[in-house]
Each structure stands twice: as C-alpha cells, then as structure tokens.
C-alpha cells in the first residue's frame, strides 16, 4: 500500500471513480466537489486529498484544507472527509492518512491540525482531545478534535522528516507544465518560497500573501479570472490599481513595476533579468534589490536587462 495525493496523481479519473462509490454520503459529495472543481471553492485554495491505495484499489481517503464543514473560523487546518472502505476496516489504515496530514502540517509550522466528526472514541486512538463544540455549516453542532503538533520531541522530528519527503512530492509534481508568472508580476521560480510552493497557478499554490486571504484565495488571482487576463500585466488599469498586493502600498510596488515591464517587454525578458539579478544579487525577497519606488525598480529591471 502507498499513499498519493489526488490532484498530482496520474490517472485522477480513475481515483474520482473510486471515490464516488464509497457508500457515506459525504464521500459521494465529496466525489462531486472534485467532479465540478469546486472543493476549493469550499475548504481553501491549497487543499489536498491523500489517497491510500492498494495497487489500482482505494483503501481510505481524506482531505486535508484550510476549512472544512466548520465556517467561518480561525482554526486551521482540517482534516475532512476521513473514509475507508468497508473490507478494509478494522486495520486502522485512515491512521495512515491522518499521519500523511499531521507530518505536512508539522513542516508548514502549524501549531495543531483539527478534525470535526459527531463520532466519539474514533480519533482519540489517534492523538486526538476533544477541544470544543461548534456549529458546522448546517447548523449543526459538531465536536471538534485538536491534535497538538509541535512539541518538541522525536515524534515531532519523525513527522517533519516524512512531512519534507511528501512536501517535496506534491510540490514537484504540481510545477511540472505550470507557467511560473505570477499574476501580481513575481516569478514564482525565483520566490523564497519556492521550495513549499508549487507555485500561484498551480494546484498547490501557498503564497504567503494569497493564504491570508479568505479561503487562501489571492485578490489578484481572483481578478484576473473574472477577467479573463493571463496577469496583472494584461490590464489596461495596473498603474492605479490597488487590489490585492497593490494595496499594500510601497511593498506591493516591486511586484507592479515587474507587471509593467512584463507588460512593456514581455514574460522571456522577465525572466531573464531575473537570473541576471539573482546571478549578481544575494538576496530573498526582490524588494531587496528593486526598492520600493516603481520607476527606480523599473530602471534596475531595464539596466540588468
């Protein structure tokens, strides 16, 4: 048996096939957030859903978000949507998963990982305290379950060594085709994040600026779809706008003068000066190099053109 990740798996048809025929009701709606493409819609941008497997069999599935059936509220993240099917329960296989879920929280540094369910004595086996009640959406009151993460200690080592293993997976498996323009004018090769993240328009896209937006859902990404731009740099208003990065005043600045030469000298350009700049700058952020005035951080992009 092995563990996969549903949206960087190969043959998603297959697993969506398998995971419409589980028999709970909350897996067939699960099955139909990803048939319609709306479960991110749902739980958070960077959702995933681990799969364990047996061969072309699946054994259990889960998800793993920022929210889950519990909305609006500050705890994150949720371990949803937990199944195994009925001839092969009785094994504790969801642990798998659950473990797959805690060791990935464990290397994004947060502090706990949360399940809702109406079940007692199930998750308790797993590490788990009862925390609260609260109201799902439905109205319904749900007993919340809190798993403490980041004690120190050789489970906390052992969970970060296989978190950075299954990280280091997903977020191959989600650069692999993906054009890596950010829409604000970033280049998400060239991101300090780049090493967690798959980058803004992928499947895994862990922004640190777009995850603290609601349901991790940046505001220019956001816009350039209901517009219909390929990025920032495609609208005729970039130079006044002020949505998403843009509103954080000077900060936001560097990524609008990089959308305005991307948009004056196109995306191969972009990324050639910026290899020039990280050949010949030792820096993280590009805020370093460009500063926080628009047309100086333009004369540096043309100047290392």
């Not at 067939?28 to 497997?53: C, H, M, Q, S, W």
Request: aromatic share 12%; proline share 2%.
């Amino acid at each position: 048996m092995q563990i996969i990740e549903y949206f960087s798996s190969e043959n998603k048809q297959h697993w969506l096939e398998q995971i419409g025929k589980s028999d709970w009701s909350a897996g067939k709606f699960l099955y139909e957030l990803l048939r319609d493409g709306t479960l991110r819609n749902t739980v958070g941008e960077n959702a995933l859903v681990p799969l364990l497997i047996d061969g072309e069999k699946l054994v259990s599935f889960c998800t793993f978000a920022m929210l889950d059936e519990i909305q609006p509220t500050d705890l994150t993240p949720w371990i949803g949507f937990v199944y195994t099917f009925s001839e092969y329960r009785g094994h504790h296989y969801a642990g798998k998963l659950l473990d797959w879920c805690e060791s990935v929280a464990t290397v994004m540094e947060k502090e706990a990982v949360y399940i809702s369910t109406d079940q007692i004595g199930i998750y308790e086996k797993y590490g788990y305290e009862y925390f609260t009640t609260m109201k799902n959406i439905r109205g319904e009151e749900c007993r919340v379950y809190k798993k403490l993460l980041q004690v120190d200690g050789p489970e906390k080592d052992a969970r970060k060594e296989r978190g950075g293993k299954y990280k280091a997976e997903i977020v191959s498996a989600a650069r692999k085709g993906i054009d890596p323009t950010a829409v604000c004018g970033f280049s998400c090769n060239h991101c300090f994040l780049g090493e967690w993240c798959g980058g803004c328009r992928s499947f895994f896209n862990c922004c640190s600026y777009g995850t603290c937006n609601e349901k991790g859902l940046c505001p220019n990404i956001k816009c350039c779809k209901e517009k219909n731009y390929d990025g920032c740099y495609d609208c005729p208003e970039i130079e006044s706008c002020t949505k998403g990065f843009y509103s954080l005043g000077k900060d936001g600045n560097a990524a609008k003068a990089q959308c305005l030469f991307i948009k004056k000298h196109g995306k191969e350009a972009f990324f050639r000066v910026q290899d020039n700049l990280h050949k010949k700058f030792n820096f993280q952020k590009v805020q370093e190099v460009l500063g926080y005035e628009i047309q100086d951080a333009l004369k540096i992009l043309e100047e290392n053109l």
